[in-house]
Structures are given as C-alpha cells and as structure tokens.
C-alpha cells in the first residue's frame, strides 16, 4: 500500500475535493454532504480541515467546526471519512491524533462527535485507541439519513466526549499501543444483554433493565453494516434493543468508559460504570 501524508486543507480546490469524497464514502443519492462554503467559513473561523494524501490523491479527511459547551469553547467533529482500501490502515486514527494536536495548540479541552453505537469497528477506535466516554444518547438525532449505509434505521447515536488532556487519554495514544478493559473488569460486571446466533446474524437476548452494579456490559455484533443492508428487520431490532439498554442505564448515572473487541466471537462489549 503506498504511503499516506497528511495536512490542512485551506483552498477552495481541496474543499471541493473533500465534497467529492463525502459522496463517494457516503454512497450515491447521499445529499447531505457539507458544502464548499461552510467548510470555507469555518476553517477560516476555527474550524480544523486535515486531508490525507496517497500520489495528491484525497483517501480521508476529518472535520471539526468550533462549539461552545457549557459556556467553554470546543471542537465539534463532525465528520470522519477514509475510503475503503485504505479503513484498515489506520489513516482514521492518524487523522484523530492530529486533529487533537491543532485542539491542543487552541489552548482546548475538549472534542465531542456523535457515532452510531452499533458500529463496533467504530467503538473500537473511539474507546480502545482514543480514550472517549459516552453518557449521553441521542435518539434519531440527524433523522432518516439519505446515506445507502444508514437508510431505514434511526440514525440513534452516541455523544462521545474526547477529554484530550486527561492522562487516560494521553495512556491510549502512547506508543506501546491501545490499551483496552481486561478479564478482572469484565469478570466483574454484570451483563445487561447476550448475543446469540439467529441464522446468519445475532441477536440480543436475557435483556435485563433493573441491574444495580458498579460495572455492566452490554453485548453489539459485529457487521452492522452489512445487516442493514441485508438483514433490515434485525438491525431495527438491535437498534430499538440497545436505544432501551443505553437511554435506562445513562439516566442512572452510568456511563461507557470501554470497549472490547471479539472478532472471532463476531461481537464487541461495551463497558459502563456509575458516573
């Protein structure tokens, strides 16, 4: 695989070009690209617009616009995209760390983006390799969403708060790698759900609201994608599944701090504690 730069983008020419990969990530009749103009305005008032590059050709791209929280300036990612021959090869990361750096030079805190829960190669990267935690969950927070990869299922999704100075943070982006929860936190929490085989897919079953522990895991298959695109009914079963698990537990004051990835079990676990 040939090697891959990065920098900010800054003219009209590379915004157009971030515009075109937007389509092409997002799958044809996807109209909700962010145009040349708003990325313009932002750059130029905040905003952080970082490419990545193989032969001048655009392969990824992060964007953030600046917010407010609490009356604290942020960043707000809003978007992150790779193309697919390059989504294994951890340009998403790279973008992310460097995302963080120009944060870290605006004298900043914090970064929040949203990101569907049921993406486990998704919560792999924002727990097990960024550090983020989640407490909040916002139900069809964008609407039914144009994108092939997301038509026909609430687009219900994860706030994850990047808290870019805490030393958990600076722990996962340390050289000796990503560092996730092992077997003596996992041995100790209590399951909310289980996966079981359902055909070609899993399902969640032994779904239990009224736990009262200090840490509980709660069950995803792997592949959501592709279920949605071949298994509809099943994804909207997940999706309605874990809107109850997240939207009870955070309304009691637990939060996600982790995430573990069994890809010979097909599954990930989220990890949550009292906040």
Known sequence: MHSVTYRDLTTLEEY???????????????????PVPILAVTVKRGG?????????????????????????PTQWSHML??????????????????????????????IEWTYDPMQ??????????LGVVVGEYEENVYGESTSPLHKGNPTDRFVAEWWIRKP????????????TFGTVELADARHVNSVAAAGDWLESVDVDLSLDARRLAVDIPMGFTEMLARAP???????????????????????????????PGRRGTYLLTRH
């Open 81 to 110: 995209g790779v193309v697919d021959a390059f989504r294994s090869a951890g340009v998403g990361y790279e973008l992310k760390r460097r995302q963080r750096e120009r944060t870290l030079a605006m004298g900043l805190d914090l």
């Open 120 to 129: 486990a190669m998704n919560a792999h990267l924002n727990f097990a390799k």
């Open 48 to 72: 952080i617009l970082i490419g990545a590059f193989t032969d001048d050709r655009l392969v990824g791209f992060v964007y953030s616009l600046p917010g407010i929280k609490q009356g604290k």
């Open 168 to 179: 958990h943070v600076e722990r996962r982006l340390a050289p000796a790698g990503p560092l």
């Open 233 to 263: 009914d099943r994804a909207l079963a997940w999706r309605i599944c874990t809107r109850a698990i997240f939207t009870t537990y955070f309304d009691r004051g637990y939060r996600a701090v982790d995430f573990l990835l069994d890809r």
């Open 16 to 34: 157009a070009a971030v515009v075109d990969l937007e389509r092409a990530i997002w799958g044809p009749g996807y109209d909700e690209v962010v």
